[in-house]
């Protein structure tokens, strides 16, 4: 099994920032891409930021400029810096990965738990 354990979710002002990161562990041969995704009440889950094992990136149009996501091959580690936060930002932001288990030859995509991002003065 793999798990991704997220943290850095809280609670900050309008203007502030807040670093996530998911670490991905378990029975891993390979991580391929790696994203952070967000679901506010009342709504569906919508991709915030992809990142490739190569360093690819893409960005949903509303975090463009204020958001940059990068990782650590080495610590199957992802992180999602989020700078000029708004109190749109607010939500459960949840972590993705696209893994291929030790055993298997295909890869799954495995979710985090979420970590709550409350931006709220």
């Known amino acids: 099994q793999v798990q991704l354990v997220e943290s850095g979710g809280g609670l900050v002002q309008p203007g502030g920032s807040l670093r996530l990161s998911c670490a991905a562990s378990g029975s891993i041969f390979s991580v391929n891409a790696m994203g952070w995704y967000r679901q506010a009440p009342g709504k569906e889950r919508k991709l915030v930021a992809v990142?490739?094992?190569?360093?690819?990136?893409n960005y949903a149009d509303s975090v463009k400029g204020r958001f940059t996501i990068s990782r650590d091959n080495a610590k199957n580690t992802a992180y999602l810096q989020m700078d000029s936060l708004k109190p749109e930002d607010t939500a459960v932001y949840y972590c993705?990965?696209?893994?291929?288990?030790?055993?298997?030859?295909?890869?799954?995509?495995?979710w985090g738990q979420g970590t709550l991002v409350t931006v709220s003065s």
């Open positions: 990142i490739t094992s190569g360093g690819g990136t």
């Open positions: 993705n990965a696209n893994v291929r288990y030790t055993w298997a030859y295909t890869y799954v995509d495995v």
